[in-house]
């Protein structure tokens, strides 16, 4: 089992930047990501990596603002810009116990953490 704790959750203005941090209990040698559900709806996928960085994917809402990156085996973090009142939503962290490639497919992760609150106001 791997337990993931995610940090870095704030409530900023529209426009501003938050960096979110994830750090798993061993290492994960396998694709991580991060996940957010907003009030309402269904929890989607942000961002993933692969194993080594190679790869990502970003949902289309968010490319061009966010950034994810792998700082070692088990750190994952998510760089956030230009926010927007609609990136308003808790942020998880996820990684799979096997495969490389950065899948946005929830059923694929099996590790979660608790999720980290960003609330953007207008």
């Known amino acids: 089992q791997v337990q993931m704790v995610e940090s870095g959750g704030d409530s900023v203005q529209a426009g501003g930047s938050l960096r979110l941090s994830c750090v798993a209990s061993?290492?994960?040698?396998?694709?991580m990501g991060w996940f957010r559900q907003a009030p309402g709806k269904e929890r989607e996928g942000v961002a993933t990596?692969?194993?080594?960085?190679?790869?990502t994917y970003y949902a289309d809402s968010v490319k061009g603002r966010f950034t994810i990156s792998r700082d070692n085996a088990n750190t994952l973090s998510l760089q956030m810009n230009s926010l927007k009142p609609e990136d308003t939503a808790m942020y998880y962290c996820?990684?799979?116990?096997?495969?490389?490639?950065?899948?946005?497919?929830?059923?694929?992760?099996?590790?979660w953490g608790q999720g980290t609150q960003v609330t953007v106001s207008s």
């Open positions: 996820a990684a799979r116990s096997g495969g490389g490639y950065c899948s946005a497919l929830e059923s694929e992760y099996n590790f």
């Open positions: 990596i692969s194993t080594y960085g190679g790869s």
């Open positions: 061993r290492n994960t040698p396998a694709s």
